[in-house]
């Protein structure tokens, strides 16, 4: 750090695991411990005229995601991938993951997010949820969760939900901005999340499957019905509460910004899979990189970038969300989000 | 067999796997002065600007080497005694080699102005880890720096300087930036560029003096044009040249002229020695300072010293820069005439250099992205400036949605 004035030293112990960022940490976690934990939010809530804790939780993440958003079209407004994805970033939360299930409450219909699919929403592909809702929400959660969202990660990568739609990573591209670097890039890291993440992905798609069997055993088994019952809440604590929550911002300062998605996001370990399979490339220009490594500095995904490039590996790896920024880093122009035509090009 | 290498820059590391990767048995081992492990020189300016820090700079995982049994030793290398094939450390430490290459790559070139004699502190390079700790040590009580020397690494250090609201006063020799690699429009396009940024370009001046004050702190630099500017530091980016002074006065020199003079096999004049990377002349006499032709010497080096025939004739030329935000983009030499198009009120322009038969034979771009590829092919192919114009679009690099319009830019108009 070399940098006279308070303002920045401030700025770079924040961003840099300083004692600042610490302490931000532990005030996110408690925040997202009260939220999911305790009721300390609902009166606030309630004395704003939001009615639930939820809709104050809403809001506030609705403006992380609109404030952060403003400021990284403005950092990155030289670079128009940055600026159309992070617009419609903005859009996304305020409408489909905001204001339309306000909307849909208010007009006595599910609260329903369009923007949110299974696995990340969970329980929008159980048998309990679907007999709930009308048949036109049903439609939408099957066909969008098992045929839409795939396919368009086969043809565009993942990015398209993960670093275009999904609001989780829409608060780390935005609100998360300052942090982005922090991801470690060394191969252990890399292991770790090939096994935890598919993990959380085996759990949600079995637990799905029971649920399902449990279902049409139709509770005439009910050893069966309290295990799953059990499963299913172990499930909602762990991987909704516990990582995608408290663990996912609260790691912010210090982790970096894509900690949930890398590690355990069951979406985020399907569509890797599909991503692999598909068509999605970072290509690199041959002979251009001077290993600079900001490409890999910039990677929320912890991808060591740099040592494809400067090995002249045009690649995709699962866990790229095509957020673009390797490329926008890169002082050489070496590299390129791109569709190849045809798969195993 | 026991490789031995001087010099852990890209020439020497990329030489060293390629050893590896070869002779899986052979002891190799990579000496350097500079740092404990690679380095990669041409982020030095991320890690001023606090965009990075110090291990980022590192292009390998420390694993990566023990993986390999590759040994890195950290001591300069102060003596070369090839009849007895040792060589012999600062801290008088020795070893011996059966196979040598020599990768000491580039020195800075020594400030040659009146007055350095009497100046202790405030002159700057920006070549070595050792010059970033210096810069960072400087910084926090520096207000305003001389930058000289109309290159990339100078215009790289006056990114940073600005970057932390430092005034600059940058001194370009030359009547326009770069004439070396620019005509004067794109040198206008810099000029403005970096005067935007709050730099003050003075061209066509140089340095004729330095002043210093009695505790031998540089205050002044004082300029052939009469000018009087007063600063903390000044930053020398006056060039680089191989890093061989050592070896000029060693037991056993290799043959050097500007650089160790190599074959182009990369063998020097000694026995079992082989030369790469910036400290290398080649048999034309070229000493090129890039990253990726010292990347290519390292290869082509190792897998001569393993007994490869090896016959390297330098690449035609390419480079890219960046010049605050204007990314760059050359590709092979001018011709006698070109043909230049700029996007209007935009640091965006292309240039193509040509015969007058219209046969092309070089780029220069300016403020977009381009895959040289394309460049080198249509150049090698000996293609003709329609042809180029027509097909221009498919060299286009530029980020989604971000992509220039030639239209726009006039192509074809
Ligand atoms: C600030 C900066 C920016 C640059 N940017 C670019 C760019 O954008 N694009 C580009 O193409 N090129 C760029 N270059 C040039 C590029 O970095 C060099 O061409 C490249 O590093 C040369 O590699 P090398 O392995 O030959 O030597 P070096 O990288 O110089 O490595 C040689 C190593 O050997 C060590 N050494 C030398 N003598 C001894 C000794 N006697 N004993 C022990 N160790 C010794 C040195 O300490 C050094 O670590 C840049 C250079 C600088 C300084
Ligand atoms: S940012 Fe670009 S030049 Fe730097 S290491 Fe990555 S690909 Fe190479």
């Known amino acids: 750090m070399i940098r006279a004035g308070r303002a920045q030293a401030l700025l770079h112990n924040v961003k840099n695991r300083g004692w600042a960022a610490w302490a931000l940490a532990a005030l996110f976690t408690a925040f997202y411990v009260a939220l999911y934990f305790t009721e300390a939010f609902t009166p606030i809530a309630q004395a704003l005229g939001l009615g639930s804790k939820w809709t104050l939780y809403g809001t506030l993440y609705t403006i992380a995601v609109t404030a952060g958003g403003i400021h990284v079209i403005r950092k990155y407004r030289h670079n128009r991938y940055q600026v159309i994805r992070t617009l419609v970033v903005i859009v996304v939360q305020c409408t489909f993951a905001y204001s339309i299930p306000l909307l849909l409450k208010f007009l006595h219909q599910p609260e329903y997010y369009f923007s949110y699919f299974w696995p990340l929403k969970f329980e929008y592909l159980t048998p309990s949820y679907l007999a709930s809702v009308p048949l036109p929400f049903v439609l939408y959660s099957v066909v969008g969760s098992l045929v839409l969202v795939p396919l368009l990660a086969a043809f565009f990568g993942k990015r398209w939900y993960c670093s275009w739609v999904c609001g989780c990573g829409g608060l780390a591209n935005t609100f998360g901005e300052p942090w982005r670097h922090l991801s470690d890039k060394s191969t252990t890291s890399w292991k770790i999340e090939k096994v935890t993440i598919h993990a959380v992905l085996i759990a949600s798609v079995g637990l799905t499957v029971l649920l399902f069997f449990t279902y049409g055993a139709n509770k005439s088994d009910p050893q069966l019905a309290r295990f799953t019952g059990e499963f299913q809440s172990y499930y909602g604590l762990i991987v909704s509460s516990i990582l995608s929550g408290v663990v996912g911002v609260g790691l912010y300062p210090l982790g970096g910004t894509r900690v949930w998605c890398r590690f355990a996001c069951p979406m985020a370990a399907l569509l890797g899979i599909v991503q692999k399979a598909g068509r999605f490339r970072i290509a690199v220009k041959k002979d251009m990189c001077i290993s600079c490594g900001m490409c890999s500095k910039y990677c929320e995904m912890g991808i060591d970038v740099r040592s494809y490039a400067q090995a002249n590996e045009s690649f995709t790896r699962a866990s790229c969300v095509g957020c673009g920024m390797c490329a926008e880093v890169c002082p050489r122009g070496v590299l390129n989000l791109v569709q190849i035509k045809r798969a195993g090009q | ?413």
């Open chain 2, 1 to 413: 067999m026991h490789y031995v290498i001087i010099g852990n820059g890209v020439a020497g590391i990329t030489a060293a796997f390629m050893l590896r990767k070869r002779d899986p048995h052979a002891q190799i081992t990579v000496i350097g002065g500079e740092s404990d492990y690679f380095i990669s020189r041409t982020a030095l300016m991320y890690v001023l600007m606090d965009r990075m820090n110090r291990r980022d700079l590192e292009p390998f995982e420390r694993r990566k080497y023990t993986e390999n049994n590759i040994t890195l030793l950290r001591a300069w290398v102060t003596a070369l005694n090839a009849s007895t094939r040792t060589l012999r450390f600062a801290d008088g430490a020795s070893l011996t080699y059966d196979k040598l290459l020599l990768a000491t790559g580039s020195a800075p070139n020594p400030a040659p102005w009146p007055g350095v004699a009497h100046t202790g502190t405030g002159i700057l390079n920006f070549v070595s880890l050792q010059d970033l700790a210096k810069w960072e040590y400087h910084l926090p009580a520096t207000r305003r720096v001389v930058v000289v020397g109309g290159g990339l690494i100078g215009v790289e250090l006056v990114e940073c300087l600005r970057h932390h609201g430092i005034e600059v006063d940058f001194l370009v020799r030359e009547s326009w930036y770069w004439p070396m690699a620019l005509a004067p429009e794109e040198g206008e396009i810099i000029a403005n560029h970096l005067r935007r940024h709050g730099v003050q370009l003075h061209l066509g001046d140089e340095i004729a003096e330095v002043v210093a004050n009695p505790a031998r702190q540089l205050t002044a630099v004082r300029t052939t044009q009469g000018r009087e500017l007063p600063c903390q530091a000044l930053g020398a980016c006056i060039g680089v040249r191989p890093a061989i002074d050592w070896l000029r006065n060693t037991q056993t020199p290799p043959a050097c002229n500007r650089g160790v003079q190599v074959q182009a096999d990369f063998r020097t004049s000694l026995p079992n020695v082989w030369a790469a990377g910036d400290c290398a002349e080649l048999p034309t006499g070229q000493v090129e300072q890039l990253w990726y032709s010292a990347k290519r010497h390292g290869e082509l080096a190792a897998l001569s010293m393993l007994g490869d025939a090896v016959n390297y004739t330098p690449p035609l030329f390419y480079n890219s820069a960046k010049l605050f935000d204007i990314e760059y983009t050359t590709v092979g030499v001018g011709g006698p005439e070109s043909y230049f198009r700029r996007l209007p009120g935009k640091d965006v322009s292309i240039r193509i250099m040509h015969e007058t038969d219209g046969t092309v034979t070089g780029f220069n771009m300016l403020g977009s992205r381009w895959d040289h590829a394309w460049f080198e092919t249509w150049i090698a192919e000996r293609r003709t400036l329609p042809h180029v114009l027509k097909n221009l679009a498919q060299a286009q690099f530029d980020v989604e949605f971000g992509r220039v319009s030639l239209k726009a830019l006039g192509v074809g108009a």
